[in-house]
């Protein structure tokens, strides 16, 4: 039997020694199997057409065997270990933002960009497909050779195409590498001192996240908070003992915040609250479908005990506990082992991983998808489905004109070049600094197609080649023109949303990205519709931890 697979073997039976009650006949199975691999394995090297390469060959059974697993199980050999251990120091080279393989097609998709990095600044998005990167389809390929290849030397560059819904061709987005470190505290700040109501904002749970938020509380008590909005959006997780620790400041002693459950006995865990709470005040939890791991540890166990009201769209769901094993000195193999259930009993994880996957044996008793489940006052929640928010607000989607805009980095290259020419960083937005953007934008020969253009093109091309009546050419003309507009048009349309965000570059290139963040809050629907269950007049805040409120669900 290859060595490597044995190795993958003994460390997955160690990893689940726990064996149904007929473990005899388990592993009678077992072994019968590795019999009939090691078979199928010497027929191909010794008597397959063409020579092999043996080593290659295990590599991709391997590969084949894990990849009809979870999306996190992956094995790794070499530089890929190697990157492993980079990402777990939580420092690289590379564009900033956690993807992951999703839906029955398995497809690389962005999880969470990493708020202020490449990916970040280039408007990439929670749900964009990595289609393809440097030319590359990433379909069918292994999640740490993908990876492998977008990380690399900070200031080298990597060209990735995105399939984002919505849009009927990709978005292609040529990216330089920087030095990645999470920043795991992004913003605190006293928002409104009469009603002493604070914000925070996490973005990652590094080793650092607990001691941040602690320090966060503690100078914020001391300007009086009373009340704060704790933003988990884009957040996707990290340690489970930062999660662990952050739950500890907000929730009683003794609470039960997350258990892990799987096979193994040494994976059955339970996380309970050990200290008293640093804040006790009227909490919200802010969080959308970049929220994940952690931070769904976080505001699930925060819902299930009725401590603050959850606001946003549904999380991402992501439940699921991998622990990395060393198979030699070459290779290591990331093995999902465990999965978080948090105080209601309900999964955190989607479950339509293993739905209708053969070559999982499912456990008759474990609760389906949509099973509902009670907080601790007796509010309905869902299983298996994320978090999903007390309060469902969707986020401002921003037009795709202006999406491209921010795309192609105008409007910090504007900034940029005024600055360089002389022009200094205006002190706010007004209509001849808007008139001075419009004037970059056609010396820069900005083009914008709407959506529906490729559409368009196409129709225009079957008209064409099946010789169709003039009056149907003519009447494509007239729609085309209507669907694209000038350009003139596009820009007053967008005026506002063009205003906001070159006052937020400005800020920040000011006074530092706090400040943009701080801005950008007042255009915020969900930190708005957090403010406003927080305000003590409206006593929408108790209303919604009542039992008749009810948690929605996908």
């Not at 699921?320 to 309900?346: C, F, M, N």
Request: charged share 30%; with cysteine.
């Amino acid at each position: 039997m290859p060595k490597k697979i044995l190795l993958l073997l003994a460390a997955m039976l160690l990893m689940g020694s726990s064996q149904p009650a007929d473990r005899d006949e388990y592993m009678a199975e077992m072994r019968e199997n590795l019999q009939r691999f090691q078979k199928v394995y010497q027929h191909l090297v010794f008597r397959y057409v063409d020579r092999i390469d043996p080593e290659a060959t295990i590599e991709a059974a391997i590969r084949g065997m894990l990849d009809e697993l979870d999306p996190y199980t992956d094995y790794f050999i070499e530089e890929g270990a190697r990157n492993l251990e980079e990402m777990s120091r939580g420092e690289y080279g590379g564009l900033g933002m956690q993807v992951g393989l999703r839906g029955s097609t398995k497809r690389l998709t962005i999880i969470s960009p990493f708020e202020g990095t490449p990916a970040w600044r280039a408007g990439l998005q929670p749900g964009d497909v990595i289609a393809e990167v440097n030319g590359e389809s990433t379909d069918g390929k292994p999640l740490s050779d993908v990876v492998k290849v977008m990380k690399g030397e900070p200031g080298t560059e990597v060209t990735i195409s995105i399939d984002r819904p919505g849009y009927e061709s990709n978005l292609v987005y040529t990216l330089t590498r920087e030095l990645i470190v999470i920043q795991d505290l992004q913003y605190a700040a006293i928002m409104d001192e009469k009603q002493g109501l604070g914000y925070l904002r996490l973005t990652g749970f590094s080793g650092k996240a607990t001691e941040s938020m602690r320090e966060a509380l503690l100078e914020l008590k001391e300007q009086g908070l009373e009340k704060l909005v704790l933003d988990l959006r884009g957040n996707p997780g990290g340690l489970l003992r930062e999660a662990v620790g952050v739950a500890d400041l907000l929730l009683p002693k003794g609470a039960k915040i997350v258990e892990t459950r799987g096979r193994n006995d040494q994976v059955l865990r339970e996380y309970y609250s050990e200290n008293d709470p640093l804040f006790e005040g009227d909490l919200v939890v802010l969080i959308n479908k970049g929220s994940a791991s952690a931070s769904e540890i976080v505001s699930g166990c925060i819902q299930d005990h009725d401590r603050g009201v959850i606001v946003g769209d549904n999380s991402y769901g992501k439940g699921l506990v991998q622990s990395v094993l060393d198979l030699d000195e070459e290779s290591k193999v990331k093995l999902t082992t465990a999965k978080y259930y948090i105080p209601s009993g309900r999964l955190i994880q989607r479950i339509e991983y293993f739905q209708d996957n053969p070559v999982l044996q499912h456990d008759s008793t474990a609760a389906h998808a949509d099973s509902l489940y009670h907080t601790g006052s007796g509010r309905v929640v869902v299983n298996g489905r994320g978090i999903g928010p007390d309060l469902a607000v969707e986020q401002e989607n921003w037009p795709h004109y202006v999406s491209e805009i921010w795309r192609a980095g105008h409007l910090g290259n504007f900034l940029t070049d005024r600055e360089r020419e002389g022009g200094g960083l205006p002190k706010k937005v007004n209509k001849r600094l808007l008139e001075e953007f419009h004037d970059y934008l056609e010396d820069k020969d900005f083009s914008f197609k709407p959506r529906g253009s490729s559409q368009m093109d196409e129709l225009e091309e079957i008209v064409e080649g099946e010789n169709y009546s003039t009056e149907v050419a003519e009447a494509l003309i007239s729609l085309r023109q209507v669907l694209e507009g000038d350009p003139e048009s596009h820009f007053e349309a967008n005026r506002e949303w063009i205003e906001r965000l070159l006052e937020g570059e400005i800020l920040s290139r000011r006074d530092g990205p706090g400040e943009r963040t701080a801005y950008n809050l007042g255009h915020d629907p969900q930190y708005e519709s957090a403010v406003h269950l927080l305000d003590s007049q409206s006593g929408d805040y108790r209303s919604m931890l009542q039992p008749s409120a009810k948690a929605d669900g996908e």
